[in-house]
């Protein structure tokens, strides 16, 4: 097929999608067709570019007295949460993601008793909740 040079500049310009459609008069097969001719990466949605989702989470924080990190972004039912890509999971999880490198088991909740942080380093999952139980009650006795 014989390539315009308008739409391969516009899609080597990373513009997007709807944009050169409607800019440049051509359907969506054509730009579609020009982009595997050229053999560029297909779109993201929305047409903007996907961030690491350490970045996304830091962007929605804010940093506290005490190293405790405030979340600045969206809550849903009392919970931090990062909506990315039509997901929308508890900013607690992600934290403790990036912070342990592994997912929570049963519910990630800050453990530093600032309410709502998520600051990772003090996110903890059902296990540390345990172990620190554990060691509360090897050292204190049990509730009697
Ligand atoms: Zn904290």
């Known amino acids: 097929m014989k390539l315009r040079e308008d739409v391969a500049a516009a899609l080597r310009?990373?513009?997007?999608?709807?944009?050169?459609?409607?800019?440049?008069?051509?359907?969506?097969?054509?730009?579609?067709?020009?982009?595997?001719?050229?053999?560029?990466?297909a779109p993201v949605r929305g047409g903007h570019p996907l961030q690491p989702i350490e970045t996304e989470f830091y962007a929605r924080t804010e940093p506290v007295d005490g190293g405790h990190l405030r979340w600045t972004g969206h809550h849903a039912n009392g919970v931090p949460r990062l909506g990315r890509q039509g997901k929308h999971p508890s900013a607690y999880r992600v934290g403790f993601r990036l912070h342990h490198g592994r997912e929570p088991i049963g519910h990630a909740k800050p453990g530093c008793g600032y309410p709502q942080c998520v600051a990772p380093a003090h996110l903890e999952d059902r296990p540390m909740r345990e172990q620190i139980q554990a060691q509360l009650t090897a050292i204190f006795g049990g509730a009697r």
């Open 13 to 41: 310009a990373n513009l997007p999608q709807r944009d050169i459609m409607r800019t440049l008069h051509v359907g969506y097969n054509t730009v579609v067709a020009h982009r595997k001719a050229l053999a560029l990466p």
